[in-house]
């Protein structure tokens, strides 16, 4: 069983950054696909960016250019930078890990962004 663990979330203004990281309890030697998905109040739960073991970030239209992910195998850890935070970013950002071998997937308990002036 994996535990991942948010921390950074925030209030900030607009045009304002912020930085997630995602800590997870142990290391998945398999290929497995990380990332972060997001919920504002009253929608449903959107993706926001996503790697794959051994290969590059991809992001959402709505935050490409503004959010970078990395991944840090060695530490287990995830981060995310947002920059340029907007009010329309407002929501609770959560980790998600999928492991392939054995369809294995595992969340995060949330962290809360909140983008207001």
């Known amino acids: 069983q994996v535990q991942l663990v948010e921390s950074g979330g925030g209030l900030v203004q607009p045009g304002g950054s912020l930085r997630l990281s995602c800590a997870a309890s142990?290391?998945?030697?398999?290929?497995?696909?990380m990332g972060w998905y997001r919920q504002a109040p009253g929608k449903p739960r959107e993706y926001v960016a996503n790697i794959v073991t051994g290969g590059i970030p991809k992001y959402a239209d709505s935050v490409k250019g503004r959010f970078t992910m990395s991944r840090d195998d060695a530490k287990n850890g995830l981060t995310l930078q947002m920059d340029n935070l907007q009010p329309d970013d407002t929501a609770v950002y959560f980790c998600?890990?999928?492991?392939?071998?054995?369809?294995?997937?595992?969340w995060g308990q949330g962290t809360q962004v909140t983008v207001s002036s």
């Open positions: 998600h890990l999928y492991v392939v071998a054995g369809s294995l997937e595992y």
């Open positions: 142990q290391r998945t030697l398999s290929i497995n696909n």
